[in-house]
């Protein structure tokens, strides 16, 4: 019993070892598909920011 205990522990973490990486992979790739302002719309939304401020 204590072997088959064992055997599935070390499958466990060889499983986690090889599907967290891609699975980090994938959200980190994802991260970089949202859409982009251009640079003047980055600056009027920074404008704005610091407009609220005051």
């Not at 064992?6 to 967290?20: C, D, E, G, K, Y």
């Amino acid at each position: 019993m204590a072997l088959l205990v064992t055997n599935l522990t070390f499958l466990l973490v060889v499983v986690l070892a090889i599907v967290a990486p891609l699975v980090l992979y994938v959200l980190v790739r994802n991260e970089g598909q949202e859409e982009t302002m251009s640079r003047e719309e980055a600056e009027r939304a920074a404008r704005r920011d610091t407009d609220d401020r005051r």
